[in-house]
């Protein structure tokens, strides 16, 4: 079992920055592919970006391409999401999501954080 817990969300202007963090606990974090998803209002949520276990593998959503970037703090056992030049649509509420290599759909999710992008 893995328990994820994410932070970091908050109110910022647009063109603004945030890094979410997402804490592991149970296991290490390292041995899952780790993936970001948000749910905007009023849409259904979508998937934002992912990294491989081994690190090496990333994917990002069109939408926050060049803006975004996911990293990991193996040694914190925690995965970080830099948001920076954010736009208004970028608000949703953002969840954290573990799975081992090859297992989809994800097995493991935070409980989110809201960010809040105004214009």
């Known amino acids: 079992q893995v328990q994820l817990v994410e932070s970091g969300g908050g109110l910022v202007q647009a063109g603004g920055s945030l890094r979410l963090s997402c804490a592991a606990s149970?296991?290490?974090?390292?041995?899952?592919?780790m993936g970001w998803f948000r749910h905007p209002p009023g849409k259904e949520r979508e998937f934002v970006v992912s990294?491989?276990?081994?690190?090496?593998?990333?994917s990002y959503a069109d939408s926050v391409k060049g803006r975004f970037t996911i990293s990991r703090g193996n040694a914190k056992n925690t995965v970080y999401l830099q948001m920076n030049s954010l736009k208004p649509e970028d608000t949703a509420v953002y969840y954290c999501?573990?799975?081992?290599?090859?297992?989809?759909?994800?097995?493991?999710w935070g409980q989110g954080t809201q960010v809040t992008v105004s214009s």
């Open positions: 149970g296991r290490t974090v390292s041995d899952y592919d």
């Open positions: 990294i491989t276990s081994s690190g090496v593998r990333t």
């Open positions: 999501a573990a799975s081992r290599a090859f297992v989809r759909p994800y097995e493991y």
